[in-house]
């Protein structure tokens, strides 16, 4: 029986868990570079995905989303790659850096809650952009670090755009 004491060495205990990354939630997202293209700052980036998410939680609509949700992933992922001053490439092939906040998010959130619990939606399908205009907000004032879970606002940022995909392209829900 293989248990903990048995099993072979891991090395990766503090590692980022990739695992917890549904990436098949972002498989849209190099589509929309070119609309990250003339980004070259933070702030920038901000604006943009303001008005992108006011855009998505004005409507119930699910083309929008469809089309939406996409875009705000590329800029989550530009904002991402910003944070740690890494170069973005136009290329379908995504960069994990830019994910590691995320996944150790994802990582502390399964000790609280269980493995992909998000995935479940919530009732009210724009709490999560709530929380992502909170993340944001603490960005916008110069804070990087989340004071309940230590952890970077953009790994949040990306976490919540996830789950916001989920809530809103994958749950199913009565009409409103």
Request: hydrophobic letters at 35%; glycine letters at 4%.
């Amino acid at each position: 029986m293989l248990t903990k004491e048995t099993e072979a060495a891991r090395h990766n205990d503090g590692k980022p868990k990739f695992s917890f990354i549904d990436f098949n939630m972002f498989t849209d997202m190099y589509k929309y570079f070119d609309y990250t293209s003339d980004i070259t700052n933070s702030t920038r980036c901000i604006t943009r995905m303001i008005s992108v998410l006011s855009t998505i939680t004005s409507t119930y609509n699910y083309a929008v989303h469809d089309t939406y949700i996409p875009i705000l992933q590329a800029l989550g992922y530009r904002m991402s790659l910003m944070h740690l001053d890494i170069k973005m490439y136009d290329s379908p092939i995504y960069d994990l850096r830019a994910f590691e906040d995320m996944a150790k998010i994802l990582d502390q959130s399964v000790a609280k809650y269980s493995r992909n619990n998000w995935r479940k939606g919530y009732v009210d399908r724009f709490s999560t952009a709530d929380s992502l205009y909170r993340h944001l907000r603490q960005v916008i004032i110069g804070e990087d670090i989340d004071d309940e879970s230590g952890l970077s606002h953009v790994g949040h940022i990306m976490c919540n755009i996830m789950i916001l995909t989920n809530d809103l392209l994958y749950i199913n829900r009565e009409e409103e």
